[in-house]
Nanobody, 114 residues
């Protein structure tokens, strides 16, 4: 089992930045791909970004390309999501996942005010 705990969410004005963190614990291995998804009120969960186990193979949703950056530190079992130029439409609960969605965190709320 792998446990994922997200942090770093909060309230920010449009144009601001936040950095989300996701720490993995339990039966961890750095060879999991990891990623972020989000779910806005009244909408389904959508893909945001993903990263390969070695830090390569980064992918982004079109809606966040050029604004969000995913990275990882395997020594700390942590994946990050740097979010810049935030927009009100980025408001959602952000979830970390590992191993292609086998494991999920509990989510962290991001609210962007206009």
């Amino acid at each position: 089992q792998v446990q994922l705990v997200e942090s770093g969410g909060g309230l920010v004005q449009a144009g601001g930045s936040l950095r989300l963190s996701c720490v993995a614990s339990g039966h961890t291995t750095p060879r999991y791909g990891m990623g972020w998804s989000r779910q806005a009120p009244g909408k389904g969960r959508e893909f945001v970004a993903a990263i390969g186990w070695n830090g390569g193979n980064k992918r982004y949703a079109d809606s966040v390309k050029g604004r969000f950056t995913i990275s990882r530190d395997n020594a700390k079992n942590t994946v990050y999501l740097q979010m810049n130029s935030l927009k009100p439409e980025d408001t959602a609960v952000y979830y970390c996942n590992a191993d292609g969605g086998t494991y999920w965190g509990q989510g962290t709320q991001v609210t962007v005010s206009s």
